[in-house]
């Protein structure tokens, strides 16, 4: 998983280079390339946590931005057809359900 968030940042960095300049894009591009890295950094804080209370805080900030990166990648979606946003989106939605479900089997512990 940790490389599979750090390739989904990747991915997410290129996508931002390729949006246009426009100043809602400006900040759909900051925000995106803040959430969309953000879950692979506190995914690998989380694999290193000190306790089982750190790792549950960890998973659910990973739950919160890949939930974020989906908002901001349908919103670039609803103003840019051109670009092909299907197979990140998943990814995204994918990295959104795990850590869904992560966090609901640390519940009934």
């Avoid at 940042?9 to 100043?23: D, K, M, T, V, Y």
């Avoid at 197979?87 to 512990?109: D, M, T, V």
């Amino acid at each position: 998983m940790e490389n599979r968030t750090k390739a989904f940042a990747l991915s997410i960095f290129r996508l931002s280079e390729s949006l246009p300049n426009g100043i809602e894009f400006s900040v759909i591009k900051k925000q995106l390339c803040k959430s969309g890295s953000s879950i692979g950094a506190n995914y690998r804080e989380a694999n290193r946590a000190r306790s089982l209370a750190d790792f549950k805080s960890k998973i659910g900030i990973c739950e919160a931005e890949a939930s974020e990166t989906c908002y901001w990648l349908e919103l670039a979606n609803s103003l840019q057809h051109t670009h092909d946003f299907e197979g990140i989106l998943k990814e995204a939605n994918e990295l959104l359900s795990i850590f869904i479900s992560i966090s609901k089997s640390l519940k009934r512990k």
